[in-house]
């Protein structure tokens, strides 16, 4: 076994799943570099044995979420720095009006319409991820979208 | 609001390739099994300059200095303590520390105020325990495991003494850091970006 290769591949499946999620959890890029790092650090130690690469990617953005957590609460972060780079690759200044109320919404609401709507997990697979139960799942999903139609209008 | 406007929106934003190549780079040091730790540039001429360290990089916004208590302090612990700490750190296979459980809310809200009253002074009487491993540390205390960046909690609500002991402990390792050879060149390479003006 090439763990070397193994790792390579997997970062480059993987990578751009977690920027995804921990940018939108962490809203700040210097700190999402450390996050997906990290992951892929417990993916070579823990080496659990997949199903399927949905498993598998399941599991790497639990693990990440959980880091960016684990960041937010008890690290000294990075100052808050603009995300104009992440910003300016979005055409449409209605399309960035969108990110930035995404990224105003609450930690936890915003992990949830990420996971539901962009990687198109259900309920149940969400509160797997996150730990939670389906209740705080649909909860959590409910205000996040009540809140970003009030900002949107 | 269509929430899958959202999903238009970020699958439109990518991971850069620098950042999926440096973390390539850093994953394969580490199966290959070394030591030298890439540090993200920016970070830590960040924690140098939070440490009001001697590099000079104040050109992005750096949280409030830490206070004169603490720097005093941190100044007081022997330099080899420091060396050694720094060395750890370097070492571990994370950048993130890792705990064995979550705080409740209780020790939560006590561990934002005692954050406040170590940067006025407040400081632990003892320090935090430490192991090697998992499997040398002791169950059910307050521990810190040296190869893996993990702090195992007690499993009752800790007491204010450990997690000042937690926090002074993040402290060091942080001002180790900042004040390590790697940050030095992290900050000098930074000096150095800034003067060609990126």
């Not at chain 1, 090439?2 to 499946?13: P, S, W």
């Not at chain 1, 949905?54 to 990440?64: D, F, G, M, Q, S």
């Not at chain 1, 997990?121 to 205000?143: F, H």
Request: charged letters at 30%.
């Amino acid at each position: 076994m090439d763990r070397g290769k193994d790792i390579r591949e997997a970062v480059i499946k993987y990578s751009d799943t977690l920027y995804k999620v921990c940018i939108v959890i962490l809203c700040n890029e210097q700190d999402v570099q450390d996050a997906i790092q990290d992951t892929f650090c417990r993916y070579l130690e823990k080496r659990p044995q997949f199903h399927d690469a949905e498993h598998e990617k399941a599991w790497l953005i639990r693990v990440a979420t959980n880091i960016c957590r684990d960041m937010i609460r008890f690290r000294i972060r990075h100052p808050k720095v603009s995300i104009d780079e992440v910003e300016n690759t979005l055409a449409a200044p209605e399309q960035k009006e969108i990110l930035r109320e995404l990224l105003e919404l609450p930690m936890k609401q915003r992990t949830v319409i990420y996971l539901h709507y962009v990687e198109g997990y259900q309920v149940k697979e969400i509160a797997d991820i996150l730990g939670i139960k389906e209740g705080a799942v649909k909860v959590r999903l409910m205000r996040g979208r009540r809140q970003m139609r009030e900002l949107l209008v | 609001m269509d929430g899958y406007e959202v999903k238009k929106v970020m699958d439109q934003i990518h991971i850069s390739e620098k950042m999926k190549e440096d973390i390539i780079i850093n994953m394969q040091n580490k199966v290959e099994g070394g030591k030298k730790r890439t540090w993200n540039v920016r970070r830590m001429a960040a924690t140098a300059a939070a440490f009001v360290a001697a590099a000079g990089i104040l050109s992005f916004p750096v949280r409030a200095a830490v206070s004169s208590l603490v720097k005093e302090r941190m100044e007081s612990v022997p330099k080899a303590q420091m060396t050694e700490l720094n060395n750890m750190v370097q070492s571990q296979p994370v950048l993130a520390d890792g705990f064995s459980r979550e705080f409740t809310q209780k020790e939560w809200a006590r561990f934002k105020e005692l954050h406040q009253a170590y940067e006025n002074g407040t400081f632990p009487e003892g320090v935090i325990a430490q192991a090697d491993d998992a499997a040398a540390a002791p169950k059910g205390t307050l521990c810190y495991i040296r190869a893996t960046s993990f702090f195992n909690l007690p499993a009752q609500e800790m007491t204010d003494e450990e997690m000042l002991q937690i926090i002074d402990f993040q402290n060091k390792m942080a001002y180790a850091v900042a004040n390590g050879p790697q940050a030095k060149a992290a900050a000098a390479e930074q000096a150095a970006q800034n003067a060609q003006g990126k």
